[in-house]
């Protein structure tokens, strides 16, 4: 009798061991039934203080972390697909990642980034990608706005995505179609009274001040993320500084005539050598944008974008950046649809494109001691988008490679700086 509760406890003892020798492996590749829940609990994870390696290339960019089993719970809870394997094997693979012969690498996560929302408080007649996906995620964030970042608020944060902010000062450019609506209305009124407030006499000072601001935070070290119009208008206000792009409808008195010859292209981040478009009217800020009449064929059955590749072990940051369970992403619009190659500074990254167009659709690049990504179109899993429609519904697409790439960026200050290797 003495000699089975012996053998039982032992047994038991064994079990545990086991438990802890063994490592969680959560593939990213299409045996991932809910790939959106998976980063959000690899930033669970973190949020524990239990380091995450991210498997750069191996099975869509997986996770592998120290079997526990709060995390297996966790996974089981939010549907996310799991595989428990030895710590021989997680060796073995570990040794074949590192391997010069092959395109992987891994990275190992260990910060939880803080992350802020740029969007205004009162209710906006669109949804946001990123809000909906990190909500979906279970990601949490806060929200700021010109508020906090005028009072250097932005330096609690590590990560910033902009909502589809407008700049320029010009409201989106929504005039024609909306002046009458009352949340347009409303609109103008709550952002020329916080230009007041901060002590600007238009709003377009304010979004320069706010974008400058921005700039810093970057050149700091802090992270950045924008969609659709919120990337070209950001650049646009940059290198509009001191010069009156807005017309009267906007702010009060007519544009400079003379605003393009104006433009300071070194103040940007991504963009050179662009054409305003001047007419108040018309619903496009500049030629960096590839609109439909620049699009000719394209539509929701044909539209898609491929993502590169990149050298795991040479560039480990746009290989982040692009792990993907697909290479083929499916085109969305949106107010800012995608970017024209021509007018892309040399030293941003293009990491994603269409080539038959010649158009990029996700772009990276270094600022000072920080980085940003800008993404071209609102919504990935909704191919024309409308001011007014209802918000998309992720329960529907757990799997979308298109707003993967987003969640990409969220994990991408979690990882411990390497030194470079070029």
């Known amino acids: 009798m003495i000699h089975k509760?012996?053998?039982y406890i032992f047994i038991i003892f064994l079990s545990a061991q086991s438990l802890n020798a063994?490592?969680?492996?959560?593939?990213?590749?299409?045996?991932?039934?809910?790939?959106l829940k998976a980063y959000g609990v690899a930033f669970w994870i973190l949020e524990k203080e239990i380091p995450v390696d991210w498997l750069l290339n191996h099975r869509g960019g997986s996770f592998m972390i120290e079997s526990r089993q709060s995390i297996i719970n966790e996974l089981i809870i939010r549907g996310v697909s799991y595989e428990i394997i030895s710590d021989a094997a997680a060796n073995n693979m570990l040794d074949e990642i590192a391997s010069p012969s092959s395109n992987m690498d891994a990275m190992r996560l260990d910060k939880v980034p803080k992350i802020a929302v740029y969007s205004p408080k009162s209710k906006q007649p669109w949804d946001d990608?990123?809000?909906?996906?990190?909500?979906?995620?279970?990601?949490?964030?806060?929200?700021?706005?010109?508020?906090?970042?005028?009072?250097?608020?932005?330096?609690?944060?590590?990560?910033?995505?902009?909502?589809?902010?407008?700049?320029?000062?010009?409201?989106?450019?929504?005039?024609?179609?909306?002046?009458?609506?009352?949340?347009?209305?409303?609109?103008q009124k709550e952002y020329e009274a916080m230009a007041k407030k901060h002590g600007f006499r238009k709003v377009s000072q304010l979004k320069l001040a706010i974008t400058q601001k921005i700039r810093g935070f970057v050149n700091k070290g802090g992270f950045l993320f924008a969609m659709c119009s919120a990337t070209d208008t950001y650049d646009i206000a940059l290198a509009a500084e001191g010069v009156d792009i807005a017309a009267r409808m906007y702010d009060g008195d007519p544009a400079d005539p003379n605003a393009q010859e104006k433009l300071d292209y070194e103040q940007t981040l991504a963009f050179e050598d662009f054409k305003l478009e001047m007419n108040p009217l018309e619903y496009e800020y500049s030629n960096i944008d590839q609109n439909q009449i620049d699009r000719p064929g394209m539509k929701e059955g044909n539209d898609f974008f491929t993502l590169f590749e990149f050298s795991a072990k040479w560039d480990p940051i746009p290989t982040m950046l692009t792990q993907n369970h697909e290479k083929l992403v499916k085109g969305f619009m949106g107010q800012t649809t995608a970017y024209r190659k021509s007018l892309i500074k040399p030293d941003v990254v293009i990491l994603g494109e269409n080539t038959s167009i010649e158009e990029a659709r996700y772009i990276h690049?270094?600022?000072?001691?920080?980085?940003?990504?800008f993404y071209g179109g609102h919504d990935p899993e909704d191919y024309q988008h409308f001011v007014g429609e209802p918000p998309t519904d992720?329960?529907?697409h757990p799997n979308s490679?298109?707003?993967?790439?987003?969640?990409?960026?969220?994990?991408?200050?979690?990882?411990k700086k390497k030194k470079k290797k070029t």
């Open 22 to 35: 063994n490592q969680i492996l959560v593939p990213m590749d299409k045996e991932q039934s809910n790939h």
């Open 394 to 396: 992720l329960n529907l």
């Open 401 to 415: 490679p298109g707003y993967r790439l987003i969640l990409n960026n969220i994990l991408f200050p979690a990882a």
């Open 129 to 187: 990608a990123v809000t909906l996906v990190l909500t979906y995620a279970e990601i949490p964030y806060d929200v700021i706005f010109d508020d906090e970042i005028m009072t250097e608020g932005l330096s609690e944060y590590d990560w910033l995505h902009l909502h589809h902010e407008d700049f320029t000062g010009q409201y989106g450019k929504f005039y024609r179609s909306y002046a009458n609506q009352p949340w347009y209305i409303e609109q």
């Open 5 to 7: 509760i012996f053998l």
């Open 365 to 373: 690049g270094i600022f000072g001691k920080g980085f940003w990504t």
